[in-house]
């Protein structure tokens, strides 16, 4: 896990060191440039250490026809490793770069098909004087690059790129961004005007002044058939996902998790205990991995100790609990920001102090949950999806019903309730014979719905697969790759890395999110529980009071609670300042009452408080990123 830059034609030498060093958090631990003999191309390399900590494993590495700077983790390397070896390759580390430099001459670009993990990387053929480059399917790793003319540069930042910027200026299309913060991610287009973002599950070729992408990785292409019975799908998807964990404790390093009391971390940690007892591989996987940390915000209601301890004591592990600190936060807000780069809906205080504790302890990888709630319909707004799939059963819209209301703590935004008033309505009306009287108030998609969808063959097309998947996984299908998904990872590679501690998903493990996206919506909604599928699985391996917890809570600033208290004051102030009411980045006034109004309102739900800090972060953004980038210039 590092921070990558490049430059192609090779330029100033000085001006790259700089650029270079703007990624040091990202690799604190080693750094490499490498220039080539006719000055066609500069590589540079920020080096957190994971696998082979040896210097021999430093980047950037060279083989007889390549040159690699590469960040992330191939997790499945020892079987590539092994069957390169098969074939006559030598290796002189332990590597998994090394394994990408010999696998990229053997199998050419279809080796990034064989890949398990995360990774954008750029691969410089000395004999064929062109730059390829690759991105994971998910877009965990980011990947951004200028093209002017004839000059290309990338770098894992836009803060890198800065510097091989004539000026620095928002995208032309930045309003359309600040009012879509989930929308620009999916795209090429950033929030910096020339940076553009180059695409997931892709590689690309540059050469003679053109950047040629190709697509190498479509989930729809890769569903295939699940059993037909429930219990039978349990068991795959436990074996699936216990082998996703196993491969992804695979490090020199020390690894944890940082852990909630959801059931999306605790599978995931329960499952790394259930792996280090019975399935070890030693000089492989790491044996130091018993280390939780949990984000305390006490006295808000988006505090989950109790639970975090709950699974810590299942797996006989301590917890270290960390109490994020709001006025510390808001005093690191500008440098959390910069690091960040991005517009998003809520501050990254703590996210950014968690991962910091991580490190300060010495934990520099964390298997964490991300990816479950989009591929198992953990959210409360896929309420009518599961409705439009189940059709006009009784019995299975009351269940829905009681499942999606027991996601919401009381005293928590009522959202779900005020959603599901219609749907009462129904089940009165199913229940006293009186169906036929508000049959013209169903949307008529409701009336498509299916109970038992046709499994996944391979055979089938991408079209036919769509049309089999049901309403919920298509909803779903559009968050995980399009919709949500991709801003999270965004956000979560930031939070992390600004301390140069490494994110590991096991539910993005491609064979994971494949499973998940074949099964019908009735494995993932299932007996008054949502992620059904999921905690079936991990059942043995997580404590009863996590198994059978129905509420969740999204991992986010109690913003309400700290704009009443100790942000308050400053809050005020930037609303009311003239540099604010001058920002071309909003609409003072708007924002201005938003703000206030989760101040001085009575009861504000949380909602208003995100919708609050959302409206707001155009203009930090502005001063906080924009100007530092002009600032760097």
Same mark, same amino acid.
């Given at each position: ?27 604190? %631990? ?41 960040? +992330? ?9 092994? /069957? ?23 199998? +050419? ?22 730059? !390829? ?20 540069? !990338? ?83 436990? @074996? ?49 991995? &018993? ?40 005093? %690191? ?28 302890? +010495?934990?520099?990888?964390?298997? %964490? ?6 591929? *198992? ?27 999606? &209301? ?15 008033? !219609? ?5 009165? @009306?199913?229940?006293?014979? #009186? ?14 719905? *299916? ?76 007996? +008054? ?31 309400? /609670? ?10 005020? /102030? ?39 800090? @959302? ?13 530092? *980038? #002009?600032?760097?210039?």
């Amino acid at each position: 896990m590092c921070g990558i830059l490049g430059e192609h034609p090779a330029t100033d030498p000085r001006r790259f060191q700089f650029a270079l060093n703007l990624l040091s958090h990202r690799g604190p %631990d080693d750094e490499g440039i490498w220039q080539s003999p006719e000055n066609e191309i500069m590589l540079g390399h920020r080096r957190l250490s994971i696998i082979d900590l040896t210097h021999a494993a430093s980047q950037p590495m060279h083989s007889p026809q390549y040159s690699i700077t590469y960040n +992330g983790e191939i997790y499945n390397y020892p079987e590539l490793r092994a /069957d390169l070896e098969k074939s006559g390759y030598q290796f002189t580390t332990q590597s998994d770069t090394e394994v990408l430099l010999n696998g990229f001459h053997h199998w +050419g670009t279809a080796l990034f098909e064989k890949l398990n993990g995360m990774w954008a990387l750029a691969l410089w053929d000395r004999k064929e004087h062109q730059l !390829f480059l690759s991105r994971d399917r998910f877009g965990k790793k980011p990947l951004f690059y200028i093209h002017n003319g004839d000059r290309f540069v !990338f770098a894992s930042e836009m803060k890198a790129l800065v510097p091989f910027l004539s000026s620095v200026e928002p995208n032309e299309k930045f309003i359309w961004m600040r009012d879509h913060i989930f929308d620009y991610e999916p795209t090429d287009e950033c929030l910096i005007k020339g940076i553009k973002r180059f695409p997931q599950a892709s590689w690309g070729v540059f050469k003679i002044n053109t950047l040629s992408v190709r697509r190498y990785w479509d989930t729809m292409e890769h569903l295939h058939s699940v059993p037909q019975k429930y219990p039978q799908q349990v068991e795959e998807f436990r @074996a699936v996902f216990m082998d996703a964990v196993r491969l992804r404790m695979r490090a020199s390093v020390p690894v944890g998790t940082a852990l909630s009391g959801g059931i999306d971390s605790a599978s995931v940690f329960g499952t790394m205990a259930h792996v280090a007892a019975r399935h070890p591989e030693p000089g492989i996987s790491t044996p130091d991995w &018993r280390h939780a940390v949990v984000a305390s915000m006490p006295g808000t209601p988006l505090d989950e100790t109790q639970y975090a301890r709950d699974v810590a004591g299942f797996t006989a592990v301590d917890l270290d609990i960390i109490t994020i600190d709001p006025v510390q936060g808001l005093a %690191d807000l500008p440098d959390y920001l910069y690091q960040l780069e991005e517009l998003y809906i809520t501050s990254p205080v703590p996210m950014m102090q968690l991962y910091r504790r991580m490190r300060d302890t +010495g934990i520099f990888v964390s298997l %964490d949950g991300h990816g479950a709630d989009e591929l *198992f319909s953990g959210y409360d707004t896929f309420l009518f999806n599961v409705f439009q799939d189940c059709g006009l059963n009784p019995w299975r819209i009351k269940n829905i019903l009681n499942t999606y &209301r027991g996601l919401v703590e009381p005293g928590q935004d009522q959202f779900v309730q005020n959603k599901t008033g !219609f749907f009462d309505y129904l089940i009165q @009306a199913t229940g006293d014979n #009186k169906l036929e009287a508000i049959l013209p108030k169903l949307k008529s998609e409701l009336m498509k719905g *299916f109970s038992n969808p046709p499994h996944m063959d391979r055979s089938l097309s991408t079209r036919e697969k769509w049309d089999r998947m049901g309403n919920l996984n298509r909803k779903l299908f559009q968050l995980f790759h399009r919709d949500n998904l991709p801003t999270l990872l965004r956000n979560y590679d930031r939070f992390s890395m600004a301390s140069g501690v490494e994110i590991r998903m096991p539910f993005l493990d491609h064979r994971v999110v494949n499973y998940c996206f074949s099964v019908s919506w009735q494995s993932k909604v299932r007996n +008054g529980y949502t992620k059904a599928l999921l905690r079936d699985a991990c059942q043995p391996m997580i404590p009863n009071t996590i198994y059978r917890r129905t509420t969740k809570m999204g991992f986010q600033s109690p913003i309400v /609670d700290w704009l009443k208290g100790p942000w308050k004051e400053f809050f005020l /102030d930037t609303v009311h300042s003239t540099e604010f009411n001058q920002s071309e980045f909003i609409d003072p006034e708007i924002v201005r009452s938003k703000i206030e109004n989760v101040i001085f309102g009575e009861s504000p739900t949380y909602r208003q408080g995100e919708l609050a800090y @959302a409206s707001l972060s155009p203009f930090l953004w502005e001063k906080h990123v924009l100007g530092r *980038f #002009k600032r760097e210039k």
